[in-house]
Protein backbone atom coordinates (compact mmCIF):
# COMPACT_ATOMS: atom_id res chain seq x y z
CA UNK A 1 0.00 0.00 0.00
CA UNK A 2 1.26 3.21 -1.10
CA UNK A 3 1.49 6.03 2.14
CA UNK A 4 -0.15 9.28 0.41
CA UNK A 5 0.20 11.26 3.63
CA UNK A 6 1.74 14.34 3.78
CA UNK A 7 4.14 15.82 6.40
CA UNK A 8 5.85 19.44 6.54
CA UNK A 9 9.41 19.79 7.75
CA UNK A 10 10.35 22.99 9.45
CA UNK A 11 13.86 23.09 10.05
CA UNK A 12 16.67 25.64 9.91
CA UNK A 13 19.42 23.05 8.90
CA UNK A 14 20.02 22.24 5.82
CA UNK A 15 20.98 18.99 6.46
CA UNK A 16 18.46 17.80 8.34
CA UNK A 17 15.85 19.28 5.94
CA UNK A 18 17.74 17.06 3.04
CA UNK A 19 18.12 13.92 5.56
CA UNK A 20 14.72 13.45 6.85
CA UNK A 21 13.14 14.72 3.33
CA UNK A 22 14.95 11.32 2.08
CA UNK A 23 13.70 9.30 4.57
CA UNK A 24 9.92 10.27 4.74
CA UNK A 25 9.92 10.19 0.80
CA UNK A 26 11.38 6.80 1.19
CA UNK A 27 8.76 5.68 3.13
CA UNK A 28 6.08 6.53 0.58
CA UNK A 29 5.07 10.17 2.40
CA UNK A 30 4.68 13.19 0.34
CA UNK A 31 7.03 15.88 2.44
CA UNK A 32 7.04 19.61 2.10
CA UNK A 33 10.10 20.97 3.72
CA UNK A 34 10.67 24.51 4.97
CA UNK A 35 13.67 26.13 6.25
CA UNK A 36 11.95 28.88 8.81
CA UNK A 37 8.90 29.37 10.51
CA UNK A 38 7.89 31.83 9.02
CA UNK A 39 7.93 30.63 5.55
CA UNK A 40 6.10 27.28 6.90
CA UNK A 41 3.36 29.70 8.62
CA UNK A 42 2.87 31.40 5.60
CA UNK A 43 2.57 28.44 3.46
CA UNK A 44 -0.25 26.74 5.70
CA UNK A 45 -3.76 27.05 3.90
CA UNK A 46 -6.52 24.54 3.91
CA UNK A 47 -4.44 21.93 2.62
CA UNK A 48 -2.72 21.41 5.20
CA UNK A 49 0.30 18.36 5.90
CA UNK A 50 -0.83 15.62 8.10
CA UNK A 51 1.83 15.82 9.91
CA UNK A 52 4.51 18.51 11.22
CA UNK A 53 7.83 17.34 11.94
CA UNK A 54 9.08 20.96 13.73
CA UNK A 55 12.93 22.11 14.85
CA UNK A 56 12.09 24.33 17.97
CA UNK A 57 15.15 26.73 17.64
CA UNK A 58 15.33 28.32 14.64
CA UNK A 59 15.86 31.99 14.19
CA UNK A 60 13.08 34.13 13.95
CA UNK A 61 9.93 32.40 13.99
CA UNK A 62 10.85 29.64 16.42
CA UNK A 63 9.30 25.94 16.58
CA UNK A 64 7.27 27.24 19.96
CA UNK A 65 6.12 30.52 18.18
CA UNK A 66 4.64 28.08 15.13
CA UNK A 67 2.81 25.72 17.61
CA UNK A 68 1.32 28.95 19.37
CA UNK A 69 0.22 29.91 16.08
CA UNK A 70 -1.16 26.80 15.09
CA UNK A 71 -3.24 26.66 18.28
CA UNK A 72 -4.69 29.92 18.03
CA UNK A 73 -5.97 29.36 14.20
CA UNK A 74 -7.20 25.82 16.09
CA UNK A 75 -5.17 24.03 13.83
CA UNK A 76 -5.22 20.29 15.08
CA UNK A 77 -2.21 18.87 13.07
CA UNK A 78 -0.43 16.92 15.32
CA UNK A 79 3.38 17.60 15.59
CA UNK A 80 6.55 16.09 16.35
CA UNK A 81 9.21 18.11 17.44
CA UNK A 82 12.89 17.40 16.94
CA UNK A 83 15.60 19.57 18.93
CA UNK A 84 19.31 19.67 19.23
CA UNK A 85 19.29 21.95 22.60
CA UNK A 86 16.70 19.05 24.26
CA UNK A 87 16.19 20.54 27.90
CA UNK A 88 13.65 19.60 30.44
CA UNK A 89 12.53 23.07 29.65
CA UNK A 90 11.93 23.18 26.28
CA UNK A 91 10.43 19.84 26.51
CA UNK A 92 7.78 20.82 29.20
CA UNK A 93 6.88 24.05 27.15
CA UNK A 94 6.69 21.84 23.58
CA UNK A 95 5.02 19.49 25.20
CA UNK A 96 2.68 22.03 26.86
CA UNK A 97 1.98 23.36 23.58
CA UNK A 98 0.91 20.09 22.02
CA UNK A 99 3.12 18.12 20.97
CA UNK A 100 2.82 15.08 19.81
CA UNK A 101 6.07 13.74 20.34
CA UNK A 102 9.40 15.07 21.47
CA UNK A 103 12.60 13.65 20.29
CA UNK A 104 16.24 14.98 20.46
CA UNK A 105 18.82 15.50 17.37
CA UNK A 106 20.47 13.14 16.32
CA UNK A 107 17.06 11.55 15.54
CA UNK A 108 17.32 7.64 14.65
CA UNK A 109 14.94 7.12 12.02
CA UNK A 110 13.12 3.83 13.07
CA UNK A 111 11.65 6.29 15.96
CA UNK A 112 10.73 9.22 13.87
CA UNK A 113 9.22 7.14 11.69
CA UNK A 114 7.53 5.49 14.26
CA UNK A 115 6.26 8.92 15.68
CA UNK A 116 5.32 9.67 12.46
CA UNK A 117 3.12 6.43 12.18
CA UNK A 118 1.70 6.86 15.86
CA UNK A 119 0.71 10.30 15.11
CA UNK A 120 -1.53 9.57 11.87
CA UNK A 121 -2.65 6.36 12.63
CA UNK A 122 -6.21 7.49 14.33
CA UNK A 123 -6.42 9.63 10.69
CA UNK A 124 -5.67 6.36 9.20
CA UNK A 125 -7.41 3.58 10.64
CA UNK A 126 -11.13 2.83 12.32
CA UNK A 127 -9.66 3.60 16.03
CA UNK A 128 -10.74 6.97 17.86
CA UNK A 129 -8.28 9.77 18.18
CA UNK A 130 -8.25 9.48 21.97
CA UNK A 131 -7.65 5.71 22.27
CA UNK A 132 -4.04 4.32 22.86
CA UNK A 133 -2.51 2.77 19.71
Known amino acids: MINRSRVAVVDDDPFVLRGVQRLLSSAGFTVETYGTGAEFMDAV ?3 EPDCIV ?10 FDVQARLAQRGCTIPVIVITGDDTP ?4 RALR ?7 S ?5 AT ?12 STDTHPGKPV
Open 97 to 103: LGAAAYL
Open 105 to 109: KPVDA
Open 89 to 92: EARS
Open 45 to 47: RPA
Open 112 to 123: LLAAIARVLAPA
Open 54 to 63: LDLHMPGTSG
